[in-house]
């Protein structure tokens, strides 16, 4: 009975591939996020998203786009991946602005 | 805009030591507070928050006061254990709403020696 549940959970790949993080909630939440934290454990928002709206850090490159098919899944997709963009990747949902529920965290290693 | 600071680490103690480990903020609106504590090789876990000027978090045996006066939100706990070892973020979501996500110290990674 995972509340916030992401797959894969380590995903090695090579350089200028394109590939996919998938997140789900049971929590009935109507907000979701991605998060990435980076080699020395620092965590940055990278989208947060509900049924009206996506909001995007600035800093984040246009090459990854959240997706959501329907409030209770948030897919992360990214495209050329870059040896940069190896990291963890958190996906966390709330309601509204309460506290936020995080997944295991997924993996990413671009070689 | 705003930011968190907390004590980096390592911060290494005996087991059955008392533990602090600093936070404070800067926020343009009013935020809530919150720590998150990361095991090893697992995902981010609420251990506690506080929503309101001194309020007192509390979960565990940890414990932290939101005080608005020094805008901190330091994390106690009087004797901590060999299984507290983990990275502790202190974290802030500003009153303006949830949209724009958590902001986040960059953690402390505590080591409870036997």
């Known amino acids: 009975d995972t509340a916030v549940s992401q797959t894969p959970k380590y995903l090695v790949t090579q350089m200028g591939n394109d590939k996919s993080i998938k997140c789900e909630q049971n929590?009935?939440?109507?907000?979701m996020y991605w998060y990435k934290q980076d080699s020395k454990k620092f965590l940055k928002i990278m989208f947060s998203?509900?049924?009206?709206?996506?909001?995007i850090n600035e800093t984040v490159p246009n090459r990854f786009s959240p997706k959501s098919p329907d409030k209770a899944h948030l897919n992360l997709h990214i495209n050329s991946l870059e040896l940069g963009d190896s990291a963890v990747y958190f996906c966390?949902?709330?309601?509204?602005?309460?506290?936020?529920?995080f997944g295991p965290g997924t993996r990413l290693t671009v070689l | 805009g705003d930011s968190v600071t907390q004590m980096e680490g390592p911060v290494t103690l005996s087991e059955e030591a008392f533990l602090t480990i600093n936070c404070t903020y800067t926020?343009?609106?009013?935020?809530?507070l919150f720590w998150y504590v990361q095991y090893p090789g697992e995902g981010l876990q609420l251990l506690l928050k506080?929503?309101?000027?001194?309020d007192k978090g509390s979960n565990k045996g940890f414990e932290a006061t939101y005080r608005k006066e020094t805008t901190s939100f330091h994390l106690e706990k009087g004797s901590v254990q060999v299984s507290d070892s983990a990275v502790y973020f202190c974290?802030?979501?500003?009153?303006?709403?949830?949209?724009?996500?958590?902001?986040f110290g960059k953690g402390t990674h505590l080591i409870i020696q036997p």
């Open positions: 966390a949902s709330s309601q509204a602005s309460d506290t936020q529920y």
């Open positions: 929590l009935g939440h109507d907000t």
């Open positions: 998203y509900n049924n009206k709206e996506l909001i």
């Open positions: 926020a343009t609106g009013y935020p809530s």
């Open positions: 506080a929503t309101k000027a001194d």
């Open positions: 974290a802030l979501i500003d009153s303006g709403g949830g949209a724009d996500g958590l902001t």
